[in-house]
């Protein structure tokens, strides 16, 4: 089953030649590509008018492998828990990128609690604005996409765990993606102070404490449970340093200082 785009033309252009300039211009911001590979990259999944600049630096700074594992989080309550497209294709203007069925097989075996199911997917935003930026900088990328909407800790951890393990035996190396906004709708300088709390976590490489501060300081980080699990499987791949490569809030684009949306970009090697 292929899957069309649900907010081509909103989010982002739906005219290939549009798209492709801006992407190359969200791609052109980052200073210098990382040496070391990266095991998780974290990159917002806004309109790119808002976020465009945060994903398309932090994507360009890390140096990803052509398979890549996206992780997402579940806006729509569809589907299940963690919920992973597993074959064909899914399609960008003017683009498919590729499942990796070799992978998701893997995936599906290396935890009961992963399963084949696209109904959190189609209507889904957070994993799709992120494929036209790995298309432009690798055309030969695959993807396996997960969407996670478990909210229990340890199943989070556990499936991280096993998503680590699996990707530690796979034949060939894989990078992580993770698709995440930071706070939501909340003034420019609160959003800066709650989400430095939670990026503060992540950078240290510390699922539960990510986990706990952003439900103990409420933080309205969408993307918390895909993050959590995969800097479990980052950790189990033997992820040392963590870094924030990018922080925006839309008020910088919009002018609207009063109610934001945090973006950041974090790269894990």
């Known amino acids: 089953m292929q899957r069309q785009p649900v907010v081509a033309g909103r989010f982002y252009d ?16 980052a200073t210098e ?61 003017g683009a498919s990128v590729p499942i990796d069925t070799e992978l998701a097989t893997a995936l599906l075996d290396a935890d009961p609690m992963i399963t084949a199911d696209t109904a959190a997917h189609v209507g889904e935003h957070s ?47 894989v990078s992580i993606v993770v698709s995440s906004d930071m706070s939501h709708y909340i ?30 300081h409420q933080i309205s980080m969408c993307g918390v449970l895909p993050m959590t699990a995969g800097l479990f499987a980052a950790l189990e791949l033997g992820a040392t340093q963590g870094e924030l490569v990018a922080y925006a809030t839309s008020g910088e684009v919009s002018g609207d200082f009063d109610e934001v949306v945090g973006y950041a970009g974090v790269l894990v090697s």
């Open 14 to 29: 739906a005219d290939p030649e549009k798209l492709n300039s801006m992407v190359d211009g969200f791609l052109g911001l």
């Open 33 to 93: 590509q990382r040496k070391e590979k990266t095991l998780l990259a974290m990159a917002p999944h806004a309109g790119f008018v808002f976020s465009g600049a945060v994903c398309g630096k932090t994507l360009a700074m890390a140096n990803l492998e052509s398979t890549i594992l996206l992780l997402g989080p579940n806006h729509t309550g569809q589907g299940d828990r963690f919920a992973l497209w597993p074959d064909d294709g899914w399609n960008i203007p």
């Open 127 to 173: 994993l799709e604005v992120i494929l036209p930026f790995l298309h432009r900088m690798n055309p030969d990328t695959t993807v396996v996409p997960i969407a996670i909407s478990a909210h229990v800790f340890d199943d989070v951890a556990g499936v991280g765990k096993a998503i680590g393990q699996a990707l530690k035996e796979f034949d060939r190396p």
């Open 187 to 216: 003034s420019h300088d609160e959003a800066k102070k709650l989400d430095s709390l939670a990026l503060e976590a992540a950078v240290n490489l510390d699922p539960r404490a990510l986990f706990s501060t952003v439900r103990d």
